[in-house]
């Protein structure tokens, strides 16, 4: 099917079978099904110019995917699935990336943004990492960017969301790395020291509760606290 015609088919269901090829501006209308076969192929190279939205099922939650097949030669590696928005143009920025959870409709709660390294193989595996890097800066003076976390803004009286680290966490990995804290941390005790040997012995700083803004000064000198 080339060019601009029109291919109309009549009601009831209608097959074609073998490769298709169909170039130009294309419009399929009603339900449509490509490929009957996991070993059936859709290649696209043109744009696409309007959203995507996934049909629900509407019996409940369930999981839409979207993946890339499993290799079938023996020892070989994955293929990557990239996601990246629209490089900007000249002085322009580059597009965002979202993602966002549905939201909830009257008291429900909204979804979840679930990111999950992959699974490690079923003999002695590990599980694969999740990386979020800021953007690298290509050339003259310009910054690299930032990694913002944030917890969702209340309304009304509620409480800004959390952000919860859980696990061992290791914050910097070479000592230019710097650590900017500007909230109070909260707790009566809550730095909690191991030492050199991991183990069940620690030192904890106990803090009081304040009555009062209270200060305490450590000197510019080495020595031992006693």
């Given at each position: ?50 959203d995507i939205t996934f ?172």
């Open positions: 099917v080339t060019g601009t015609n029109t291919f109309t088919v009549g009601t009831g269901a209608t097959s074609l079978g073998g490769d298709l090829t169909v170039t130009g501006a294309t419009l399929l209308n009603g339900n449509t099904t490509i490929g009957n076969a996991g070993s059936d192929t859709l290649t696209v190279t043109a744009q696409i110019n309007s049909a629900s099922t509407g019996t409940g939650p369930s999981v839409r995917s979207i993946q890339v097949a499993q290799q079938t030669a023996s020892n070989t590696v994955g293929d990557a699935l990239g996601i990246s928005a629209g490089q900007g143009n000249g002085s322009g920025n580059g597009g965002d990336l979202l993602f966002a959870a549905g939201s909830a409709d009257t008291t429900g709660r909204g979804g979840y943004v679930s990111i999950y390294g992959g699974v490690g193989g079923t003999t002695s595996g590990n599980g694969g990492d999740v990386r979020i890097y800021g953007g690298d800066a290509l050339a003259g003076n310009g910054n690299g960017g930032n990694i913002v976390l944030q917890g969702g803004i209340p309304d009304g009286s509620g409480n800004e969301g959390s952000i919860s680290l859980i696990s061992n966490t290791t914050i910097g990995n070479a000592t230019t790395d710097r650590l900017t804290v500007t909230s109070q941390i909260l707790g009566g005790s809550p730095l909690v020291f191991q030492g050199a040997t991991d183990n069940g012995f620690t030192t904890t700083f106990a803090v009081t509760d304040p009555t009062a803004n209270n200060t305490i000064t450590f000197p510019d000198s080495s020595g031992t606290v006693q």
